[in-house]
C-alpha cells in the first residue's frame, strides 16, 4: 500500500523549509533596506513587486492582462517615484533566486549568493545613476503631494508601472 | 547560405592573468587569422583572453569583416575571460548577457549569451558562450559541476520559453567536463543520440561525443597521428586527452528548421603545425579550437 502519511510528513517538511527561505530572503531585503535608509537619510527603499507587463501590446489586452515580478526603487519622501531596477523570480521553494538585466542573469543559490548578487546589482553603474537620482528628487514641502517621479529622466528602467 | 563557428581557449591569459610570451602572442594572432581570413569562419570565441589580448588580436589581424564584443564582465571577485568576433555583414549583434550563479562565497560563471539576427533571415540565433572552472579549482565530482549544467539548462529554458521549441541555440565552450560527465549529459541534457534528439525537442544534440578518441581504428601499419580529444595534458595517467571544448545544438538544428547542422564539417580544427605545440609540454597551449557549421536549406515547396 502506497504509505500516504509518510508524504503528507514530506510535504510539510518542504513547506517548513520553505517558509524558513522565504523569511531569510526577506531579511535579506530587510538588511538592505535598514542600510540604504542609514546612508541616504531614508530616501532609498528596494521592494519586491508585481507590475505589469507592459512590453507590445500585452498592457492593451484588458482580458489577458500578465504580470511580472521586479525589484524596485523608490523614494519613500516622493509620491510615485517608484523605478523598476531588475527583474525578479523565485523558485516555490525559496531558492534559488533570480536577479535579471539587460546585460546580467544572476542566479542566487542560497542566502549568501543573494547578498553577493544584490551587491552586484547595486554596483551596476545604471543602478547606480537610477538610484541617485532617486535620492536627489526634489522633496516636497508636504510628504505625500504629487510630485517629480517625471523629473528623473526616461531611460531603460523607466517602465515600473507598479500593479502592487 | 552557410554559418561557421569556432570556440578556441587560447590559453594566453588564465584567469585574467597574462602569462604568455611574445612569440605565442604571435601565435594566436596568426590562428585568428587563418580562423577568420582564411578559412572565413563566421562567428569566433575566444578563451582565456583579457581586454589587452584582445587589443592586440585587433591590431595584429586584418578584421575589418568582424565587429568584436568583449564579454569580459564581472562576475564577483573574477571576470568573465572570453570575447567573440562575428561576421557583421551576416550576424547583427542584438544582446549580450553573463549568466552567472551565486552559491555561498563562490560565483560561477554559467555562460554569456549572445543573441543574433541572421541579417536577412528574421528569426533569432541563441549562442552561449561557456569557459566552467578548471577541475583543479572545482573538482570533477563537485556538486557544483552539476550546478553548471542545470543552471545552463535553466538558460536554454527560458530562450525555449521566449522563441518556442524550434529556438536557435547553439552552446560552445571549455566545459572543462566531458560528453559523459553528468553537468552535460543529464543536466543540460546534450545527448549523443542524434535519432532521439531529432524527435526530441526538449534534448539538445550534441556531436562531440563523436570525437572522444582517435577517429581511425589501430591497424598494424597505420599511424595514431590524429587528435585524441580536443584538450591533451601530458602528465595524464590514464589518458593525455579530453573533450573539454564542445559545440551542441538545438532540436531547431536537426532537420526541424530552415537551418541544419553540418555534422561532417563540424569537430575539432586541426591548423597545420598547430598540434606540435599542444603535446609540446613547454608550451602554453593545450587546447584545440572547435567548429561547428550550420546551413540553411532552401525549401522545395
Known amino acids: 500500500m502506497v504509505n500516504y502519511v509518510e508524504a503528507y510528513k514530506a510535504g510539510l517538511n518542504s513547506a517548513e523549509l520553505s517558509e524558513k527561505r522565504k523569511n531569510e530572503i526577506n531579511s535579506v531585503f530587510n538588511d538592505l533596506n535598514q542600510q540604504l535608509s542609514d546612508a541616504t537619510d531614508g530616501k532609498i527603499f528596494i521592494s519586491r513587486k508585481k507590475l505589469l507587463d507592459r512590453s507590445g501590446f500585452a498592457a492593451f489586452d484588458l482580458f489577458n492582462r500578465k504580470y511580472y515580478s521586479a525589484i524596485t526603487a523608490e523614494n519613500p519622501l516622493v509620491k510615485n517615484s517608484e523605478k523598476e531596477l531588475a527583474k525578479w523570480s523565485q523558485d516555490r521553494s525559496g531558492y534559488p533566486c533570480k536577479i535579471t538585466l539587460d546585460s546580467d542573469a544572476m542566479y542566487c543559490e542560497d542566502k549568501q549568493g543573494l547578498e553577493i548578487s544584490l551587491y552586484e546589482l547595486l554596483s551596476d553603474p545604471i543602478i547606480g545613476e537610477t538610484l541617485q537620482k532617486l535620492q536627489n528628487l526634489p522633496i516636497p514641502e508636504k510628504v505625500g503631494t504629487e510630485a517629480s517621479a517625471n523629473s528623473i529622466s526616461s531611460d531603460d528602467t523607466d517602465h515600473a508601472g507598479s500593479e502592487g | ?301
Open chain 2, 1 to 301: 547560405m552557410r554559418l561557421s563557428f569556432v570556440w578556441w581557449n587560447t590559453s594566453l591569459s588564465p584567469a585574467g592573468k597574462a602569462r604568455a610570451t611574445n612569440a605565442q602572442r604571435q601565435v594566436v594572432c596568426a590562428m585568428v587569422d587563418i580562423i577568420l581570413n582564411q578559412m572565413r569562419v563566421d562567428f569566433l570565441a575566444l578563451g582565456e583572453t583579457t581586454e589587452q589580448d584582445v587589443k592586440e588580436i585587433e591590431q595584429t589581424c586584418k578584421l575589418t569583416e568582424f565587429d568584436v564584443e568583449r564579454g569580459f564582465a564581472k562576475a564577483g571577485r573574477s571576470h568573465f575571460d572570453t570575447c567573440f568576433l562575428y561576421r557583421s555583414n551576416k550576424l547583427s549583434l542584438t544582446g549580450s548577457q553573463a549568466i552567472t550563479a551565486a552559491k555561498g562565497n563562490r560565483m560561477l560563471k554559467i555562460a554569456q549569451k549572445a543573441t543574433f539576427e541572421i541579417l536577412g533571415h528574421g528569426k533569432p540565433l541563441h549562442v552561449f558562450i561557456s569557459h566552467w572552472p578548471s577541475r583543479l579549482w572545482c573538482h570533477e565530482n563537485s556538486s557544483d559541476r552539476n550546478l553548471l549544467g542545470i543552471r545552463l539548462r535553466d538558460a536554454v529554458e527560458d530562450v525555449i520559453a521566449e522563441s518556442g521549441k524550434l529556438a536557435n541555440v547553439i552552446l560552445l565552450g571549455d566545459y572543462n567536463d566531458e560528453p559523459f560527465d553528468a553537468s552535460l549529459e543529464k543536466q543540460l541534457m546534450a545527448t549523443r543520440d542524434r535519432v532521439l534528439a531529432k524527435e526530441r525537442p526538449h534534448l539538445l544534440y550534441n556531436p562531440f561525443w563523436q570525437h572522444l578518441s582517435l577517429p581511425k581504428s589501430h591497424s598494424t601499419y597505420g599511424t595514431d597521428d590524429d587528435n585524441g580529444g580536443t584538450y591533451f595534458h601530458s602528465i595524464g595517467e590514464i589518458t593525455r586527452w579530453r573533450t573539454f571544448d564542445q559545440i551542441i545544438f538545438s532540436f531547431a538544428f536537426l532537420g526541424n528548421s530552415e537551418w541544419h547542422l553540418n555534422e561532417q564539417l563540424t569537430g575539432i580544427l586541426d591548423v597545420e603545425g598547430y598540434k606540435a605545440m599542444v603535446i609540446n609540454a613547454n608550451e602554453i597551449f593545450d587546447h584545440f579550437p572547435v567548429l561547428g557549421v550550420i546551413e540553411k536549406v532552401e525549401s522545395h515547396g
